[in-house]
């Protein structure tokens, strides 16, 4: 317990899934939590159920990939307790998994700007907060299809694989001030990520290439078992992980 004290940590797409719970474990863990989403009603009965139980947590709205929003979510942190010293990039897209040959521009550019130049922005924003501060610790949630070819569709893989080059660029620039900087290649999680898709109607190509290979997942997470390494990731017991990126897929990606 309180691996976390006195730190102040910014977790995105807090109201569902792992970033729920990466907010919930890091609150127990004495942690300063701002908590912040797109959709508000998930936020305010997290907040109300961790702040019942003593722990630290405020959330505050907003859409990653506006730089309003992200400002207002750094200075909502800072604002409120003075520092930011933990960021998990958390919020993030799946996309329908087009290979390139039937992938819209529409789909690209939502998966690109939600999955990559959203969480650059919080760390563009975050990276000099900590500098001024003298350290800290980010965490970008990545997937096993940031390093892999078919676990998704073009853009969600681009996107993963983006985040981690972005992880891996932060983590060695910024090494001597203090900041590191990891990524988690989750594998499969039960979440609402892919609630309402229909896997039915998805292409004989995608049929054969991505979903007949993934029944040698061994089995889903619980997204808590991948917050353990968010944890792990954000407090002093990884000091000398930086610029890394660490699967927690269950052994899915050793096949
Ligand atoms: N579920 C999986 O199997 C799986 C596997 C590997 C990686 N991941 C990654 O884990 C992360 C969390 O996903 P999850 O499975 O918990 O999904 P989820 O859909 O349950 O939660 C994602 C949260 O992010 C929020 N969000 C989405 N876009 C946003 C935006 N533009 N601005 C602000 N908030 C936004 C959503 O409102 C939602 O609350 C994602 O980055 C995802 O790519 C998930």
């Known amino acids: 317990m309180n691996r976390l004290q006195n730190r102040t940590a910014l977790v995105t797409g807090a109201g569902s899934g792992l970033g729920r719970d990466i907010a919930r474990l890091f609150a127990a863990e004495g942690c300063r939590v701002v908590a912040t989403d797109q959709h508000e009603a998930p936020l305010t009965e997290l907040v109300a159920q961790v702040t019942s139980e003593g722990k630290e947590m405020m959330y505050i709205t907003g859409n990653v990939v506006h730089q309003e929003d992200v400002d207002r979510m750094v200075a909502a942190a800072i604002g409120w307790t003075g520092r930011l010293d933990i960021l998990v990039n958390n919020a993030g897209i799946m996309d329908a998994f087009d290979p390139v040959g039937d992938l819209t521009d529409?789909?690209?550019?939502?998966?690109?700007?939600?999955?990559?130049?959203?969480?650059m922005r919080l760390m563009r924003k975050a990276v000099n907060a900590m500098l001024t501060s003298g350290g800290g610790s980010i965490v970008n949630v990545a997937s096993i299809g940031g390093l892999r070819g078919g676990r998704a569709g073009a853009a969600y893989t681009s996107s993963k694989h983006a985040l981690i080059g972005l992880t891996m660029s932060t983590?060695?620039?910024?090494?001597?001030?203090?900041?590191?900087?990891?990524?988690?290649?989750?594998?499969?999680?039960?979440?609402?990520?892919?609630?309402?898709?229909?896997?039915s109607k998805l292409s004989p190509l995608v049929q054969e290439r991505i979903m007949a290979p993934a029944a040698t997942n061994p089995r889903s997470s619980d997204p808590v078992e991948v917050a353990r390494l968010a944890l792990f990731l954000a407090s002093d017991e990884a000091s000398f992980v930086n610029g890394a990126t660490i699967v927690a897929d269950g052994g899915w990606i050793a096949y």
């Open 106 to 119: 529409t789909m690209w550019e939502k998966v690109m700007s939600v999955n990559v130049t959203g969480p």
């Open 171 to 199: 983590g060695y620039m910024y090494a001597k001030q203090g900041i590191r900087c990891n990524a988690i290649a989750a594998g499969a999680m039960s979440t609402s990520i892919m609630e309402g898709f229909d896997f």
